[in-house]
């Protein structure tokens, strides 16, 4: 059993054939997928693809902090009104993001400190979107959660072996690898082997980041194997190892398939 733990097939890049996306996913062995909310606009979609898949979909709701803007506190107080509303098992996708704009760096920062906040009222993981912003990230997280029970994934991690080792100073959080780890100018495979295996998922990102050899291809969760592979390599064990960690990772961190 694969978990893709963070994917996006609700986006309407799947519209045409998300029963055929599914399907593959699961005839590969990927019989789970975390799905992250964006914004306010995206929650009906996420909702309605885990209804319509509901052994193969749980869901994550938040902010996404590209989507932080001058409205950021309405959208933050109407996706709030969904968290007691929802199976959830997780807060996210939330964090911070300087590659694209900076000009809401201030906003990203409180709305994130206030998503921070939620996970910890519901108990719940954070999935934590840190591009270019991993030392703003883990400040938010300090300064939020100042007794540590935060816990949480950065996810599609690509930052420096620095930042690496920031995020794992930090006990409760997990490392979220995806396609970017098999690109020829990725440095990822040089030093993400110190990541402990019982702190590594596996994502795709889907529909963005596919893996070699379907880069620039739309993403999907079946090409999780893809990921696995250079996985595998790279901690020197087998494939099946590494999906049986990853997975149960997964479970941990998200609490998945417990009755409710």
């Known amino acids: ?9 609700y986006e309407p890049e799947f519209d045409e054939d998300r029963d055929n ?6 005839q590969v062995g990927v019989e789970h997928c975390i799905l992250p909310n964006i914004d306010l606009q995206s929650v ?23 989507s932080v803007d001058k409205d950021w506190e309405d959208q933050l107080n ?9 199976p959830l098992v997780a807060i996210g996708e939330v964090g911070m993001d300087l590659y694209w704009d900076q000009s809401y760096i201030i906003q990203q ?16 993981p954070l999935i934590l979107h840190s591009r270019d912003a991993i030392a703003e990230t883990i400040g938010c997280i300090r300064r939020a959660d100042s007794q540590g029970k ?11 072996e620095k930042d690496l080792d920031s995020i794992l100073a930090l006990p409760n959080y997990m490392v979220g690898i995806n396609g970017v780890l098999t690109f020829k100018k990725s440095s990822l495979s040089g030093f993400i082997g110190k990541i402990p295996l019982d702190r590594l998922l596996v994502e795709t990102d889907a529909p963005y980041l596919a893996p070699v050899p379907r880069r620039g291809k739309r993403n999907e969760p079946a090409y999780c194997t893809y990921i696995l592979e250079h996985l595998s390599k790279i901690f020197g064990v087998q494939i099946s190892d590494i999906a049986q960690q990853t997975t149960e990772n997964a479970i941990r961190l998200f609490r998945l398939f417990k009755k409710k």
């Open 78 to 86: 109407s996706i709030y009104t969904y968290l007691y509303k929802l």
């Open 109 to 124: 920062r409180a709305a994130l400190e206030k998503q921070i906040s939620w996970a910890l009222e519901l108990d719940l």
């Open 150 to 160: 935060s816990s949480g994934v950065f996810h599609s991690f690509t930052g420096t």
């Open 44 to 66: 009906d979609r996420v909702c309605q693809t885990a209804m319509q898949y509901p052994h193969f979909c749980s869901i994550a709701m938040g902010l996404h902090p590209t």
């Open 21 to 26: 996306v599914v399907q593959r996913a699961l």
């Open 1 to 9: 059993m694969i978990i893709d733990s963070h994917t996006h097939i």
